[in-house]
């Protein structure tokens, strides 16, 4: 892999010249899994470009591979929201800094705080831990594909299948009840919608909030084997840290894994020869969840602030600065992946940004890839003649979401 220099003689020259405004998000007709378009030019222009952000902030935009995993392994880059600048236009955001994060939520977070909370779930997400769930993940996995076939073609695969899923398992290892989930994926849905008003988003979050405080009252009458249960029982959070913890990692646990099952199941239907080579192959599929995860981030951007001045590619971020992020452009970089573009179940993806990286990496990420590792082959095995069922350029996508994806993903296949 090429590795870009410390110093690069007139860096800030180039950075200059390709210059953006406004974070590229207009992604090509017909290519629904491909980055925005404009992405691709900038990193090759500079992996560091200058970028004027919505509220008139000079910035940067990082898409070079390197540039970006230097940026999220550097802890003088702040995760902090009210440090932060907005790449997009945010509906009723407030002038001036944005409000600090709500207790619990560890993606607004820096150390020592962060390091506090990660410490303590860490070993509550183990590989080890994980993998011991793989049974269960299985069952689940059949009794939602037995659900399918009796719905028949047309059925929309978010809805019975990718949703459920990651639901079930997130709830039974917070210990949530699971006859809840239509309450807490619309509060979910409405946290992850880039485009919703201020006072929705407050709403949901309040609604969210509630929703935890009472779960932990009632884990604190009556203690539980499950994850909210043991860290009512033998940790030191406060009720309001296990109330936005609780709520933070539901909402994560319930979307980005399903629409990586949606969206990932919606690339193999578009690539046939992947999708037989994943069918016939079983075996493959832990490659196959990686290469995926490169392929599609689905969780596309984040944005870093300066605490200081950095030197990185022989420009200065001063101070106050905000970076944004943009993995889906790194995860295509031709520096690191050969034919970026090419969606090859045997490619060795491992070190790719789907789950970001640095102290902020994924919490989940294990089951994650459980859950995928499962779901995926078992779907293509079952339904060996799975296809789309509306054209493809009709799949509804989350142009608008945090985390990308399908709204919607109706399927057929030959019934016997």
Not at 1 to 24: C, F, Y
Not at 122 to 127: D, L, S, Y
Not at 185 to 209: C, F, I, K, P
Not at 279 to 299: G, N, W
């Given at each position: ?190 946290l992850m919608t880039m485009d919703v008003s ?25 203690s539980s084997d499950d994850l909210l249960g ?109 034919e970026p573009d090419v969606l090859d179940l ?71």
């Amino acid at each position: 892999m090429k590795q870009e220099p410390s110093i690069r003689p007139g860096a800030a020259e180039t950075a200059e010249a390709t210059a953006v405004v406004g974070l590229p998000t207009q992604r090509v007709a017909g290519c629904p899994f491909d980055p925005p378009s404009d992405l691709a030019p900038l990193r090759e222009a500079s992996p560091l470009s200058r970028m004027t952000y919505p509220d008139g902030h000079v910035g940067w935009l990082a898409t070079g591979y390197s540039t970006v995993r230097e940026i999220m392994a550097d802890p003088r880059f702040s995760s902090r929201y009210e440090l932060i600048h907005l790449p997009f236009p945010f509906p009723g955001a407030p002038e001036g800094p944005l409000p600090p994060a709500p207790v619990g939520d560890m993606t607004g977070m820096d150390a020592p705080e962060h390091t506090r909370l990660r410490r303590l779930l860490m070993g509550k997400f183990t590989v080890r831990r994980m993998r011991q769930l793989a049974e269960r993940v299985e069952q689940i996995t059949t009794e939602h594909l037995d659900a399918v076939e009796r719905q028949g073609p047309g059925t929309d695969l978010v809805a019975a299948f990718a949703q459920p899923i990651p639901a079930l398992m997130i709830c039974e290892l917070l210990g949530v009840p699971y006859a809840d989930r239509e309450l807490f994926q619309n509060y979910a849905h409405t946290l992850m919608t880039m485009d919703v008003s201020l006072e929705e988003r407050y709403a949901a979050m309040s609604g969210l909030q509630e929703y935890m405080a009472a779960l932990v009252a009632a884990k604190r009458a009556e203690s539980s084997d499950d994850l909210l249960g043991d860290l009512t029982r033998d940790s030191d959070l406060t009720d309001e840290e296990l109330v936005g913890v609780g709520g933070f990692l539901l909402a994560a646990g319930l979307d980005t894994t399903a629409n990586m099952i949606a969206h990932g199941t919606f690339a193999l239907l578009s690539n046939p020869a992947q999708a037989e080579a994943l069918r016939s192959d079983p075996d493959l599929a832990a490659r196959a969840v990686e290469e995926l995860m490169r392929y599609l981030t689905i969780a596309h951007t984040t944005v870093k602030s300066a605490l200081e001045d950095v030197e990185l590619n022989g420009q200065v971020i001063k101070a106050g600065e905000s970076v944004t992020i943009s993995f889906e452009a790194a995860n295509r970089d031709p520096e690191r992946f050969p034919e970026p573009d090419v969606l090859d179940l045997h490619r060795e993806a491992t070190g790719h940004l789907g789950f970001g990286h640095g102290a902020h990496q994924c919490l989940g990420q294990q089951l994650a890839r459980v859950e995928m590792t499962v779901a995926l082959p078992a779907l293509l095995t079952r339904f060996p003649t799975l296809r789309l069922d509306v054209p493809a350029e009709e799949v509804p996508l989350r142009t608008n979401m945090n985390v990308y994806g399908v709204h919607r993903l109706p399927v057929a296949w030959d019934e016997d």
